[in-house]
């Protein structure tokens, strides 16, 4: 069960990330490693694929094949693939099956999750793949396990796993907060350093900031302002601007300001411009007109379009 809370949903109003395995994992009935073996047509709008079931992860029963309903004409996120050893987050569609009069002898039947990256590759050893293991721990958590164990097994993986399953956990622990409460003090600390040093993975380095940000630590924004110009990524600009203004409101821009005097470099100081217009505070808005009085600067400008009040929008239109 995800646990959204008020500052969480703020935080993700920016736009949606692709992947959401987590959420195809504790939406599906059944969770299996599945292959398929084959592939029928009922007709123009139906078909059967029928998957070998590899290895049960949750909910079915026993069952060495089920048979995948999908409707070839409907753009969905998932369907299953030939001849591939996949994670299948699989729906009851028995409901469906006996609609159509189908025969009880190719069942169960299910359909797929809807949830974009929730029938991921996995490798040949299932014993050691991250994303079965990650797939066994939310299984684990849902049939009644320590919710502390499930909290620092999802604080590791977010620390040390394999991608994209350390981002996956770092979204769920920002999404749970009965989870993220049982988290110690060492554990945050550790999540802010791993935070500020991922300099490659932008998208992981978002999720960990976001997950600390849902926290409230002290001194964030000044330490993810530290990576604003060694990571020049427009979006973590704009992360880091949202989570400033969150965290501390018209203050923001003072402390992404301190941040800009520290560089010297355009490039840097542009995607510091970038955060600060993405707070979208008034303080932001006063500071970066005055920039813009000084004369033309395509930085601030960028910053100023980023900001996008209608002040903002009359300055960049005065300028054309």
């Known amino acids: 069960m995800r646990i959204p809370t008020f500052f969480c949903s703020l935080l993700f109003a920016a736009p949606l990330l692709a992947q959401d395995l987590r959420h195809g994992l504790l939406d599906a009935d059944v969770v299996v490693v599945g292959r398929e073996v084959n592939k029928t047509k009922h007709n123009d709008d139906l078909e059967f694929h029928r998957l070998q079931v590899m290895s049960d992860i949750r909910g079915a029963a026993g069952n060495t094949a089920v048979t995948v309903l999908d409707w070839p004409k409907l753009g969905l996120h998932q369907r299953p693939s030939p001849r591939q050893s996949r994670l299948y987050c699989l729906q009851d569609a028995s409901a469906i099956a006996t609609r159509l009069g189908l025969p009880a002898t190719q069942g169960p039947y299910y359909k797929m999750v809807g949830w974009a990256g929730s029938s991921p590759l996995v490798g040949a050893d299932l014993t050691t793949d991250a994303t079965v293991q990650f797939a066994k721990l939310l299984a684990r958590s849902d049939a009644g396990a320590r919710p502390s164990d499930t909290a620092n097994e999802l604080c590791q993986i977010a620390l040390t796993g394999a991608k994209p399953v350390r981002t996956e956990a770092a979204r769920l622990l920002t999404e749970r907060g009965d989870l993220r409460g049982l988290l110690s003090p060492f554990q945050w ?22 997950l600390c940000a849902e926290q409230r630590l002290e001194g ?29 409101g018209e203050a923001a821009t003072t402390i992404l300001q301190q941040r800009m005097t520290q560089l010297r470099d355009e490039k840097d100081r542009a995607v510091v411009l970038l955060a600060i217009g993405a707070t979208n505070t008034d303080s932001a808005l006063d500071a970066l007109l005055r920039m813009d009085m000084a004369g033309k600067n395509t930085a601030v400008e960028a910053a100023l ?7 903002a929008r009359e300055a960049i239109a005065k300028k054309k």
């Open 220 to 248: 964030l924004l000044n330490t993810l302002a530290i990576s604003l110009g060694p990571v020049t990524d427009p979006e973590y600009a704009r992360v880091v601007g949202r989570i400033g203004k969150l965290l501390h």
């Open 189 to 210: 600390s550790q999540l802010v350093s791993g935070a500020s040093g991922e300099l490659d993975d932008v998208t992981h380095k978002i999720a960990l900031d976001e």
């Open 305 to 311: 379009k980023e900001h996008r009040s209608p002040r």
